[in-house]
């Protein structure tokens, strides 16, 4: 699991990093792309019990 949380940590951090750059430069088809993958690396973190705050706002709701 320490390998797991890890790389979640790592591709939540450059995925981060991407979105800021892209909305800077007004990239909304990478501003996209990053978002979906944000959302994804939530998904998983949430299926396996990993805690990661940067990714709450991506997280899936209860609808």
Do not use: C, K, W
């Not at 892209?22 to 299926?47: K, M």
């Amino acid at each position: 699991m320490p390998m797991l949380t890890a790389q979640l940590r790592a591709r939540t951090h450059d995925a981060l990093s991407s979105l800021r750059t892209a909305h800077d430069e007004h990239d909304d088809h990478l501003e996209g792309i990053r978002l979906g993958e944000l959302e994804s690396l939530a998904r998983t973190a949430l299926e396996h019990d990993v805690d990661i705050p940067e990714l709450e706002p991506f997280r899936p709701r209860a609808g």
